[in-house]
């Protein structure tokens, strides 16, 4: 047979990036493609994925950006599945893409954005779903009262107001393409945020990826949706229960949840986030 799975290597990155733009999503160029498999954080790859090739030609590739954690005092190595992208003729070849990631030993792995398809193929490959039930709170002009509350995307404030831990996910993150970063204070108190632009047809919306004081974060909903509103343009805001711990104030339910998926034999669902992931990797 002339078409074999290989590992993506830096070298690889260009033409899978081509391909990707190609044939998975034109709107994103090949250029930004590429931009965006190289993480922005420091860690030890082994890949950027697995690429099906044809003789010399790509027919399919899946991405894969890859984390050490401190998870409980243990350093642990994470795998997140990205893209997945195989061309028609080639559909039979497809599970060997995730059979290649899954196989190799030492990680966790996530799969934060799998179609209902993909979904229940995870299934059949040990993948358990995370609890994505999503508060939705539309982002106001309310007026606020000056000094009470205070919400910044000041690089030079942020890097230093946060200390410890959060400092590092700041320093990890900060040039994540599609991460976006605020600091919400309120007197001696500050909250850490991380959260994400998408459009969900047409519309701009605001989704949360981290808190550092759940608390404090819902005390300031409003705030900071007004924030968004006025700097960003999002004209709602999307926080998992996972992620903020306790739901905001007059907020709804979203209908729909998301999908999110985890495989691992040593953590649970309280270990996963979507941080160094493809959600902050990836700006659409």
Same mark, same amino acid.
């Given at each position: 047979?002339?078409?074999?799975?290989?590992?993506?290597?830096?070298?690889d990155?260009p033409r899978?990036?081509?391909?990707l733009?190609?044939?998975?999503?034109?709107?994103?160029?090949?250029d930004?493609?590429?931009?965006?498999?190289?993480?922005?954080w420091?860690v030890?790859r082994?890949?950027?994925?697995f690429m099906?090739?044809?003789?010399e030609?790509?027919?399919?590739?899946?991405l894969?950006?890859?984390?050490?954690?401190i998870?409980?005092?243990?350093r642990?190595?994470?795998c997140?599945?990205?893209?997945?992208?195989?061309?028609?003729?080639?559909?039979?070849?497809?599970?060997r893409?995730?059979?290649? %990631?899954?196989?190799?030993?030492?990680y966790h792995?996530t799969? %934060?954005?799998?179609?209902?398809?993909v979904?229940?193929?995870?299934?059949?490959?040990?993948?358990?779903?995370l609890?994505t039930?999503?508060?939705? %709170?539309?982002?106001?002009?309310?007026?606020s009262?000056?000094?009470?509350?205070?919400?910044?995307?000041?690089?030079?404030?942020?890097?230093?107001?946060?200390?410890?831990?959060?400092?590092?996910? /700041?320093?990890?993150?900060?040039?994540?393409?599609g991460?976006?970063?605020?600091?919400?204070?309120?007197?001696?108190?500050?909250? /850490?945020?991380?959260f994400?632009r998408?459009?969900?047809?047409?519309?701009?919306?605001?989704?949360? %990826?981290h808190v550092?004081d759940?608390?404090l974060?819902v005390?300031?909903?409003?705030?900071f949706? &007004?924030?968004?509103?006025?700097?960003?343009?999002?004209?709602?805001?999307?926080?998992?229960? &996972?992620?903020?711990?306790?739901?905001?104030?007059?907020?709804?339910?979203?209908?729909?949840?998301?999908?999110?998926? /985890?495989?691992?034999?040593?953590?649970?669902?309280?270990?996963?986030d979507?941080?160094?992931?493809?959600?902050?990797?990836?700006p659409?």
């Open positions: 047979m002339s078409t074999h799975v290989s590992a993506i290597s830096d070298r990155v899978v990036a081509q391909f733009h190609t044939h998975l999503n034109r709107r994103v160029s090949a930004l493609w590429a931009r965006c498999i190289d993480v922005p420091a030890d082994p890949n950027a994925g099906l090739v044809d003789e030609t790509v027919v399919g590739a899946q894969a950006f890859y984390s050490e954690r998870v409980e005092g243990h642990e190595r994470f997140n599945l990205g893209a997945w992208c195989v061309l028609p003729g080639y559909r039979s070849h497809s599970l893409l995730p059979m290649a %990631l899954l196989a190799q030993e030492g792995f799969d %934060l954005t799998p179609t209902s398809t979904a229940a193929v995870n299934v059949r490959l040990g993948f358990r779903f609890d039930t999503t508060a939705v %709170l539309p982002n106001l002009p309310l007026p009262r000056p000094g009470r509350n205070a919400i910044t995307s000041d690089p030079e404030l942020i890097e230093r107001t946060l200390t410890g831990s959060e400092l590092q996910l /700041y320093r990890d993150h900060v040039a994540a393409r991460a976006h970063h605020a600091l919400l204070t309120r007197g001696a108190e500050w909250c /850490y945020v991380i994400r998408f459009r969900r047809r047409g519309v701009p919306l605001a989704y949360v %990826l550092s759940p608390a974060f005390r300031m909903a409003r705030p949706g &007004r924030h968004l509103l006025l700097r960003h343009r999002t004209v709602a805001m999307l926080a998992e229960d &996972r992620v903020v711990g306790r739901r905001p104030p007059r907020s709804l339910t979203l209908p729909t949840r998301p999908l999110k998926m /985890y495989r691992s034999s040593r953590l649970g669902p309280a270990h996963i979507d941080l160094y992931s493809e959600l902050v990797c990836q659409w």
